[in-house]
């Protein structure tokens, strides 16, 4: 067993939100006791102590929306002008960097991306991925990475008529297919339906996707991120991407909707009809110009909002400190965003999560699982369980975590990664991503 401590625990149960002095007590993958320290270390007098240093003690953090296969990007220069609109962005970078991952390409993308979930105390994430240079077992790829840094992960392939029917097929195949491999082990790893977007789908490809969907794995689709998305569905079928999506049984209970910028009132009620799942992503809209989700108008609605990264970040605490600017920007209300955020990011990326793994994270109590982060983070006001979220606003980023536990199996203690050598890792990575951007400029 393994007891964390000692430190402010902060647990993210409402019975009992905040422990000071406290400890979480591990046995194998699962919290056992969540407790003052003293108390758990009188208990068990020879359990392994891992030291929290007076630090923040939390669940681990949820992302519910990333893109793993466009970290190699990272400073990245392509050639020609540059974008104007997203549309350019789409076709000038993403699309072109995805076309030319191969096997290796998608190993160090997820290499660098989850030990950056790690650094960051990220221990679960909703992904979703391409790489049509090579798609055929990618997934497997990505999962066996995330079974060595033991980050949970929800994947799905984008499947997309950019590339032909045949890639297109080998899309849907290769989601079917990871959803076997998926049900062996549900407790690190789920499976969903990845689409890409309303105006890359045809209507014949979303009937070969209903045909082959048995399963009825939910969809992980972007939904109105730019207006491309929208000006298309309505020239070609006369509807909002929304609407069309709706009329084809993809939104639902089990599906997660990226971004849902350009919506409109009638949008947001299928939304909630359907019971479908949005995740914000705050960075990205603003980095590509898109517009801005109304989270407000979603959540007032009572759909579940969740808190993304799209790829742009591996740092959940960034992403909730821009989620919080934006929406006062954008409503020109200073009062709003301060329970809504940390709402998406600590309540609605937990619902997300628990739906989808046969195990409770996301919460720090007895019988859920041993997903825990500590922040070097040291008060200098008072703190509570009513201004904790304040804390972490103005106080933290995901880069105080110093110790990272997941299934119960430290990854990182005092910011050294656990079994796991950075500089062979990071050498690998500088290597594959020097080729592929060969291959790409």
Known sequence: MILLGRGTVITRD??????????????????????????????NPNVEIID????????????????????LARGLSMPGSAPTNFGEILENLWFKLDNH???????????????????????????????YGDIDGSLSIIADVAKRFGVRSCLCYEISDRNGVEAMKQAVHENLRFAEEA?????????????????????????????KNTKQLGYHVH????????????????????????????????????????????????????HTNVVHNPESNMGNAVGTTDILKLLGAGITVGLGTDGYTNDMLESYKVA?????HENHKPYVG????????????????????????????????????????????????????????????????ITTISDGIPRMIDRQLQGLDKAEIME???????????RII
């Open 14 to 43: 409402v019975n009992r939100p905040i422990i000071y002095d406290g400890g979480v007590l591990i046995d194998g993958s699962t919290i056992v006791a969540v407790e003052d320290f003293k108390t758990l270390q009188q208990k």
């Open 52 to 71: 929290a240093h007076n630090g923040l003690i939390m669940p681990g953090f949820i992302n519910g929306h990333h893109h793993i296969y466009s970290a």
């Open 101 to 131: 991952l191969l096997a290796d390409d998608v190993k160090a993308s997820a290499l660098l991306t989850y030990m950056g979930c790690i650094e960051n105390g990220v221990t679960t994430i909703f992904d979703h991925h391409a790489s």
């Open 183 to 211: 049900e062996k082990d549900a407790e690190h790893l789920a499976a969903m339906m990845g689409l890409h977007a309303s105006f890359t789908l045809s209507p014949s490809t979303l009937d070969y996707v209903q045909s």
């Open 223 to 274: 939904i109105a991120e730019g207006p491309e998305d929208v000006q298309d569905s309505i020239e070609q079928y006369g509807v909002s991407p929304m609407r069309r999506l709706y009329e084809c049984n993809i939104l639902g209970s089990k599906t997660i909707a990226g971004h849902c910028v350009h919506v409109n009132d009638e949008d947001v009620q299928l939304l909630k009809d359907s």
């Open 324 to 328: 919080n600017c934006l929406v006062k």
């Open 338 to 401: 301060w329970s809504e955020v940390p709402y998406m990011l600590f309540e609605n990326n937990r619902t997300l999560a628990n739906q989808f793994f046969d195990v409770t994270v996301g919460v720090l109590r007895p019988s859920a699982a041993a997903d825990v982060v500590v922040l070097d983070y040291v008060a200098p006001t008072p703190l509570d369980e009513k201004n904790i979220n304040g804390h972490l606003l103005f106080g933290a980023t995901g880069m105080h975590v």
């Open 428 to 438: 690998y990575i500088r290597k594959t991503s020097e080729t592929l951007w060969k």
